[in-house]
Structure formats: structure tokens, C-alpha cells
């Protein structure tokens, strides 16, 4: 947790968002794997049904999101990030894509150490290339694992070959206008 809150800080920061948007980031990145190690048949059965059917793994997000607005969180961006920072979601905001995206480049993870780490030092930069080999890397290893594939899932990859980088203000018609 502590490593993906200081690359979500170090990104937020890069961004150049306020104060209070760094300490949001921070927050979500200590809070969204509250759950992880808690057991899975447990966390099946506190799910809200539309994710009752989630892979064991993936149960954590959406269970902690469930929790923290029980206990009065009422920040919906930052529930949807927490709830979704395994699975994706077409409607992940800066913030959500930013956990979704530091979940998996943390320098923790041992396997492909050297390109996880060429990825998280292009963040947040080249925040729409590294976002879309993240997810793609993600859809993948479901590909791989033969799980089906989440419609938010989809969803968010196929927003994120349709849309622009969360901090772009517009102005570039990119080369799919046709301009
Ligand atoms: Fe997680």
C-alpha cells in the first residue's frame, strides 16, 4: 500500500493537481486493498450482486468500496476507484485509472521487474500508452486464466482507444479525425 501511495502521489503531484486531490490519491491508495487478504467465500457474500460472481481475487475492490461507503464515505469517484482498481471501469477517472495502473506497476511485484519499472518512470507522462498496456496486460491474463471477460472491463478498454488522456484539455484533433 505505502508503495502505491507514494507513486500515486509522485504521479498526482507530476499532474500538478492541489494539495487535497494528492491526499485523495494517497488516501485511495491505502485503502483499496484493505480486504485483500481476507477470505474469499466470506467476501462473496457481502458483495453487492451485480459483482457476487467476480473471480475470488478480484472480490477485494468492490467488498472495500461497499465498506467504506457504510462507514460514510460518500466520495463516489473515489469508491469507484477502489471498487474497480482490479477490474476496470469505462467510467475511471484520473484517479481510478491512476490506482488501477499503480496496482500493477508497484515496484513490489517481482515478476517483469524491468518493465514494470519502465512503465511506472513513464507515468505519468505517457499516462494513455502505459494505461492501455496495463489493461491490456490485464485482459490477457484473463484470456490466459479462461475467466470471462467483465463488461466494465471492456468497457474501459475500449474508452481508452476512444479517449484522451484524463489531464488533456482537447485541442488536438488526434489522427483519428481524419483531419
Ligand atoms: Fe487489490
Known amino acids: 500500500m505505502k508503495r502505491v ?9 507530476g499532474l500538478g493537481l492541489p494539495e487535497s486531490e494528492v491526499l485523495r490519491w494517497r488516501a485511495a491508495a491505502y485503502l483499496h486493498d ?14 453487492p450482486p451485480a459483482v457476487r460472481d467476480l ?9 472495500a468500496s461497499q465498506r467504506l461507503w457504510e462507514e460514510g464515505v460518500e466520495d463516489q469517484e473515489f469508491l ?21 495502473v499503480a496496482d500493477f506497476v508497484e515496484p513490489g511485484r517481482r515478476e ?6 519502465q512503465l511506472r518512470e513513464s507515468m505519468p507522462e505517457e499516462w494513455d500508452r502505459v494505461t492501455r498496456i496495463v489493461t491490456a496486460t490485464r485482459i490477457h491474463r484473463i484470456l490466459q486464466r479462461e475467466w470471462p471477460l467483465r463488461r466494465e472491463t471492456v468497457g474501459f478498454w475500449n474508452r481508452l482507444v476512444g479517449q484522451k488522456a484524463p489531464d488533456d484539455q482537447g485541442g488536438d484533433p488526434g489522427p483519428e479525425d481524419g483531419r
Not at 501511495?5 to 503531484?13: H, N
Not at 473471480?55 to 467488498?63: A, C, I, M, Q, R
Open 5 to 13: 501511495a507514494s507513486l500515486m502521489e509522485g504521479w498526482a503531484r
Open 80 to 100: 469507484t476507484a477502489v471498487a474497480y482498481h482490479t477490474v476496470g471501469y469505462p467510467e475511471l477517472e484520473a484517479m481510478g485509472q491512476a490506482l488501477f
Open 34 to 47: 484493505v480486504l485483500r487478504d481476507a477470505d474469499w467465500d466470506d467476501l462473496r457474500k457481502q458483495a
Open 112 to 117: 517483469d521487474r524491468e518493465w514494470r519499472r
Open 55 to 63: 473471480p475470488g481475487p478480484l472480490l477485494h475492490g468492490p467488498v
